[in-house]
């Protein structure tokens, strides 16, 4: 496990690349998150990445994230907390407790999941999402049809929960591109991705704001960031392989 000091060396290392990506398409550094994703990982590294300066943090699944939530419960406070693996139905009770913003809503019966634990937990305000859409085309990938994406994001804005509260504040999307190395084949994905969110936008649905594009992990953040990414998730170039 990295130390402290070697994430922090990442973690400028990744700021100054961003630097120079954004420098190059007019955008401004700020406007991106980086997430660091602590996936097999244990729950010291979430420790380490906040002393490097890391206020974000990003977890795959249900059960390892609450196991480190356990071990470092004194600091829940100091950083935002995503889960940007996939959502089971079974465990959107347990993420909803867990979590300040969930990155995979990808169904109508997950979102109306959603509503109903909201409901069950009398949570008073709406759960930040993102609409998590396949832009490559993998069956292997989670992720609704790019095509079916503004109709989910219509239902999820409709949907009640506690005291008919919004259940979900949907925040924009988010993209897993293609696993290539040649980045001029994974781009597609992202400015399919950027493309889409401009054209939900222009439908104007009432309590939607397009305000995040979380799309961009280790080996493909830089191209992510030239197309419009908001957050990017990243694991590997600041933690290491994991264990």
């Not at 007019?26 to 979430?46: L, Y």
């Not at 781009?187 to 969110?197: G, H, M, N, S, Y």
Request: glycine fraction near 8%.
């Amino acid at each position: 496990m990295l130390s402290a000091e070697q994430i922090r060396a990442n973690y400028l290392m990744v700021q100054e690349q961003l630097a120079k990506v954004c420098a190059r398409v007019g955008k401004n550094p700020a406007e991106v998150t980086i997430v660091g994703v602590t996936k097999g990982h244990p729950g010291e590294i979430i420790k380490r990445a906040l002393q490097a300066g890391i206020s974000d943090i990003g977890e795959n699944r249900i059960q390892e994230a609450k196991a480190k939530l356990t071990e470092i419960s004194e600091l829940r406070s100091s950083f935002r907390f995503h889960l940007v693996g996939h959502l089971q139905s079974n465990k959107v009770r347990s993420a909803l407790t867990l979590f300040d913003l969930i990155h995979s809503i990808d169904s109508t019966h997950l979102a109306l999941e959603v509503a109903r634990c909201h409901k069950q937990l009398e949570i008073d305000h709406p759960i930040p999402c993102l609409i998590e859409v396949n832009t490559s085309g993998e069956e292997t990938k989670f992720g609704c049809a790019v095509e079916e994406a503004g109709e989910l994001v219509a239902y999820c804005a409709s949907l009640t929960g506690y005291n008919n509260l919004p259940a979900i504040e949907v925040r924009g999307l988010m993209t897993i591109g293609l696993w290539d190395a040649d980045q001029e084949r994974v781009r597609p994905c992202f400015v399919t991705l950027r493309k889409l969110a401009e054209r939900i936008t222009e439908q104007k649905i009432p309590k939607v704001k397009m305000k995040e594009l979380s799309m961009g992990m280790s080996g493909d953040y830089p191209t992510a960031v030239e197309e419009g990414a908001t957050m990017t998730r990243l694991g590997t170039v600041l933690f290491g392989a994991r264990t």
